[in-house]
């Protein structure tokens, strides 16, 4: 069998540019809102019927606060116990260096086909074109992986990299790519790439997947997953490479049990993923199953100067598990691909700037700050708190003040500060006279309705053109203030209870 192709990825857009287009895709929000709807659904249900989540979370943040703030200790410990374990250990400081190791690897061994278990890290420092150009064969074997590469695209999602195609969509896509009649029929469709992988598995000189967890105490790479897929690329080929970002260490494996609860309720809304597979070695004497080498490729790319930063580190406590994604109403009306970024939502836009650097830098301003994603977030990451913090950053930056105090818990916008602090003074002062208040606002409203369609203001006059070139501003309604001049003090508005 011919194995597949690396495809071309697609330039990289501005978020702003893409996002655009992506609103226009109604196919695309009706995908999204289906797919994101049914796992918020699933989430809360399994949430529902174990009562100890909570108690889990706040158990799961202390482990991963802990281990980030002694980080190199634990790095140091898991290399030396993975070393005793016979694996061999490459650190890399960069997305180059990690490349330059697995491809260097292939050619050493002469592995010209390579199986891939689902791999965010790998993504990150984009390891598929690397093996390619080097002349190796690649093959995603997580479905979704496979359908997006045969698509030639970038994953749209950290757990569900399908989650924009419809069956329909990859019924079209099995048909012109694997030359089978036409179905839109979900069992058949993984019955078709059940038995391609599993020819392509057979054949393959290596095996490559990320880690979900690294065990410093006992040196064990853990894999989480649902397909089955991850254990056969690292039990079958002659040699297997994890790829892992220095985070993912955690200290101990009594550890293990308090993320295994939280990790597949917030990621699938599942009890327990299918598949939680523990590799703490190559093949030893007289074992019939496993790798004769296995080589663990820890990255940092980035991560050390996040730790540097006291509010930035947080998002190193991340799990990958795409919860916040599927709750945040930016990402679900746009999709992942239009972050540009190999992490996608909420939390790419807090990692990207760190680890890619260039255009994601914006990504922190692509946020309406609602605070979803920190409910959800299955270790509490204050999400919203390090999107404004690195908003302040990127804006000092650009204004040319430097960055300031990183470890301040507020951020500050440097330039317009003065002017902020001065719009709120006066608001104060005007907001002790109601009745200048109530003819201010009937005057405000009446200014504003030449400019209105259907209740909202699409155009206002500069300097207030600055929020209406991006979002519609609903005109205040005279008839609501007046009533709520003539109600009685201390009734409410909603049902006349008192306030």
């Keep these: ?85 016979g694996c061999r250990v490459f650190v890399a400081a960069d997305a180059a260096e990690a490349r330059k190791y697995i491809v260097d690897l292939a050619r050493e061994r002469g592995a010209r086909r390579v199986v891939k278990g689902k791999s965010m890290a790998t993504e ?45 969509d990859v019924g079209e896509l099995f048909h012109e790519k694997l030359d089978i009649p036409y179905t839109a029929e979900p069992e058949a469709l993984t019955a078709v790439a059940r038995e391609r992988l599993r020819e392509v598995f057979l054949a393959a000189d290596m095996g490559v997947t990320g880690a979900n967890f690294a065990i410093a105490e006992t040196g064990t790479l853990v894999l989480v997953e649902n397909e089955g897929n991850g254990r056969m690329s690292s039990t079958l080929p002659e040699i297997f490479v994890a790829v892992m970002g220095i985070e993912k260490v955690i200290p101990s494996m009594a550890d293990l049990s308090h993320f295994l609860e939280v990790l597949a309720r917030t990621a699938t809304g599942q009890k327990l993923t299918t598949y939680t597979n523990f590799v703490s070695g190559p093949r030893r004497a007289g074992e019939a199953d496993g790798p004769r080498e296995v080589h663990v490729v820890m990255i940092d790319n980035g991560r050390s100067a996040m730790l540097a930063d006291p509010v930035l580190r947080e998002a190193l406590y991340c799990l990958r598990c795409g919860a916040c994604l599927n709750v945040c109403p930016i990402y679900r009306r746009v999709g992942g691909h239009a972050y540009g970024s190999t992490y996608p939502g909420p939390i790419g836009s807090i990692v990207s700037p760190s680890l890619f650097g260039g255009a994601t830098a914006t990504l922190p301003f692509a946020s309406t700050l609602c605070g979803a994603c920190r409910e959800i977030c299955p270790v509490k990451i ?69 400019f209105a369609r259907r209740g909202y203001v699409r155009w206002m006059p500069p300097p207030f053109g600055n929020w209406t070139s991006v979002r519609d501003f609903p005109v205040p309604r005279l008839r609501r203030w007046g009533k709520a001049r003539n109600r009685p003090r201390g009734v409410a508005a909603n049902n006349g209870t008192q306030a």
Aim: net charge positive; with cysteine; proline share 6%.
């Design 1 to 85: 069998m011919r194995l597949l192709p690396i495809f071309k990825r697609a330039a990289k857009k501005d978020f702003f540019t893409a996002s655009q287009a992506a609103v226009a895709d109604t196919g695309l929000r009706r995908k999204l809102e289906n797919a994101t709807g049914r796992h918020l659904e699933h989430v809360a249900a399994t949430r529902a019927e174990f009562p100890p989540y909570d108690s889990e979370r706040d158990t799961s943040r202390r482990i991963k606060e802990d281990a980030i703030a002694r980080l190199d200790d634990l790095l140091i410990q898991l290399k030396e116990n993975l070393e005793a374990n």
């Design 382 to 450: 204050d999400i919203p708190r390090i999107l404004l913090h690195l908003r302040w950053k990127e804006t000092a930056d650009k204004d040319g003040t430097g960055k300031g105090d990183p470890a301040l818990p507020t951020p500050i916008w440097p330039r317009s500060a003065h002017r902020a602090r001065s719009g709120l003074k006066a608001f104060s002062r005007l907001a002790k006279h109601p009745l200048t208040m109530r003819v201010m606002g009937r005057i405000a409203a009446l200014a504003l309705w030449p």
């Design 124 to 168: 990150e420092i984009e390891l598929n074109a690397a093996l390619a150009a080097a002349g190796c064969e690649v093959v995603e074997t997580d479905l979704g992986e496979y359908i997006v590469q045969l698509r030639g695209e970038r994953p749209s999602h950290i757990i569900t990299p399908a989650i924009h195609l419809s069956k329909e």
